[in-house]
Nanobody
Framework: QVQLVETGGGFVQAGGSLRLSCAAS????????MGWFRQAPGKEREFVAA???????YYADSVKGRFTISTDNAKTTVYLQMDSLKPEDTAVYYC?????????????????WGQGTQVTVSS
């Protein structure tokens, strides 16, 4: 099993920045890629960004150029740097891990999930 814990959420004004972290523990060697998803009230969970432990990245069009996903050298922590935040970025952000190689935007393709962290952007 793999455990994922997100931190770094909070309240920020539009145009501001936040950095989310996702710490992975357990059988992390069994994972090949990590992703961030978000879910706003009344909406479906949507893909934000993904990164493979080899360094490849993939972004949703809505965050491209504003968000940056990265990993640490130990491959146990994934970060999401969020800049130029907009009110529509308000959501619960979830970290996820995938046991199969390759990047994916489909939530159904991820095997492990964190509990989520709230991000609120005021206008």
């Amino acid at each position: 099993q793999v455990q994922l814990v997100e931190t770094g959420g909070g309240f920020v004004q539009a145009g501001g920045s936040l950095r989310l972290s996702c710490a992975a523990s357990g059988r992390t060697f069994s994972t090949y890629a990590m992703g961030w998803f978000r879910q706003a009230p009344g909406k479906e969970r949507e893909f934000v960004a993904a990164v493979s432990w080899g360094g490849g990245t993939y972004y949703a069009d809505s965050v491209k150029g504003r968000f940056t996903i990265s990993t640490d050298n130990a491959k146990t922590t994934v970060y999401l740097q969020m800049d130029s935040l907009k009110p529509e970025d308000t959501a619960v952000y979830y970290c996820a891990a995938r046991r199969v190689s390759g990047l994916s935007r489909g939530a159904e393709n991820y095997d492990y999930w964190g509990q989520g962290t709230q991000v609120t952007v005021s206008s």
